[in-house]
Every structure is written in structure tokens, then in C-alpha cells.
T-cell receptor
Framework: DGGITQSPKYLFRKEGQNVTLSCEQNLNHDAMYWYRQDPGQGLRLIYYSQIVNDFQKGDIAEGYSVSREKKESFPLTVTSAQKNPTAFYLC?????????????FGQGTRLTVV | AQSVAQPEDQVNVAEGNPLTVKCTYSVSGNPYLFWYVQYPNRGLQFLLKYITGDNLVKGSYGFEAEFNKSQTSFHLKKPSALVSDSALYFCAVKPPGGGNKLTFGTGTQLKVEL
């Protein structure tokens, strides 16, 4: 069953803690993305990676970090430097090369700071 | 820089009536355009895309979209709405000629009532 798996579905974080959101895909896609969704603001790009061991900052990268050590995995760490981390986080992947291919999304992780 | 505008936060329509969800874009050159749908607390599902060719694109669940280059628009349409179409709809654009950065609009909440 191919697709993108995000875990956990719900995550609670205390202020000052770092947390890591998992994203795994078995679609053999080279490109992977992290988006943040807030009500009324649509999806904003945090980081994206077009190939293993390479990634670029998106529009709102401050307070976040990523790694891309394996093709299948693109974990996102929300650091204590992110001042307003409560949001819905979405991971996506797409085929490389041609930008006319659509992205496939995971089911999301809802992060809440308590 | 590329951008997408969805001018309506919410669209209400009666079941059985036609629906339109508006999208305009700003990008240099010929864009790749996408529509996605999101149900509550879920990831995004791909509906349809425009790459080139026929300006009327048909997609999943009876949806279609019309690309209008002169008006820089890509409105989503369906001839007869269903209550089950109620969801959040996102328009997105990718730059032509390479690159995988997908930019989203702020989303339009569609509510179909009996």
C-alpha cells in the first residue's frame, strides 16, 4: 500500500522542548516537503528537499530543522526557537525532474504546545 | 515570485446547483496549476491539474477547472454539487520550466447544503 505516513497524528509539546515529526514515503519520490497550516493562511512551505542529503529553506524555516539521510524519510524538528509552533503540519512528496507532477500528502500531525 | 489568490474564504451552494471556486495566479511564463481538497483533520487530496493543452481540465469526483490565460485564472467547477463535496479547497501553482516549489492559496471552504 503505497503512500506517505506521518506520525504521530497528535503531538503535545511543553514550551522549551524540541520535538521531531516523522514523515516516511514508499512512493520512490525524490522530492519531499514540509508545510505548516494555520487557519486562514493556507499552507506555507517550511523546508523542501529535491534529493537525498540536500534540502532548502522554504518561506518560514526559522525555528525548524530537517534532515534527508534516506530517500524515504524527511523528519522535521520543531525547535524551542519556534515561537508559535501550534499548528497542523503536512508532509508531501513528488516525482523529481518535471515540475508538472502533483504532490502526494500525508495525513498530517497536529502539534499543540501546552 | 509566484503567488495564488483565492478571493473567497467561503462559498455556499445548494445541493444540485452548480458550484464555482475561484483562483487567480501570478507567475512568469506558463504555469502548472493544481487543485486539492482537504477534509477535516486530513491531508490534501489531488483533484486535477493543468499543464498544457485543452483549457478545460477534468478531474476526480466530477470536478473540472478552466484555465484562462488572459484573466490568469483557474476556477474550479462542478455542474451539480453534493453535500459530500463540502470541504476546504486549495489552488496551487508551480513555476514552469523546472523546480518543484508548490505555492498554495489560502483555501476556500465549500459548504453544500440540502
Amino acid at each position: 500500500d503505497g503512500g506517505i505516513t506521518q506520525s504521530p497524528k497528535y503531538l503535545f509539546r511543553k514550551e522549551g522542548q524540541n520535538v521531531t515529526l516523522s514523515c516516511e514515503q514508499n512512493l520512490n519520490h525524490d522530492a519531499m516537503y514540509w508545510y505548516r497550516q494555520d487557519p486562514g493562511q493556507g499552507l506555507r512551505l517550511i523546508y523542501y528537499s529535491q534529493i537525498v542529503n540536500d534540502f532548502q529553506k522554504g518561506d518560514i524555516a526559522e525555528g525548524y530543522s530537517v534532515s534527508r539521510e534516506k530517500k524515504e524519510s524527511f523528519p522535521l524538528t520543531v525547535t524551542s526557537a519556534q515561537k508559535n509552533p501550534t499548528a497542523f503540519y503536512l508532509c508531501a512528496s513528488s516525482s523529481p525532474g518535471q515540475s508538472n507532477t502533483e504532490a502526494f500528502f500525508g495525513q498530517g500531525t497536529r502539534l499543540t504546545v501546552v | 515570485a509566484q503567488s495564488v489568490a483565492q478571493p473567497e474564504d467561503q462559498v455556499n451552494v445548494a445541493e444540485g446547483n452548480p458550484l464555482t471556486v475561484k483562483c487567480t495566479y501570478s507567475v512568469s511564463g506558463n504555469p502548472y496549476l493544481f487543485w486539492y481538497v482537504q477534509y477535516p483533520n486530513r491531508g490534501l487530496q489531488f483533484l486535477l491539474k493543468y499543464i498544457t493543452g485543452d483549457n478545460l481540465v477534468k478531474g476526480s469526483y466530477g470536478f473540472e477547472a478552466e484555465f484562462n490565460k488572459s484573466q490568469t485564472s483557474f476556477h474550479l467547477k462542478k455542474p451539480s454539487a453534493l453535500v459530500s463535496d463540502s470541504a476546504l479547497y486549495f489552488c496551487a501553482v508551480k513555476p514552469p520550466g523546472g523546480g518543484n516549489k508548490l505555492t498554495f492559496g489560502t483555501g476556500t471552504q465549500l459548504k453544500v447544503e440540502l
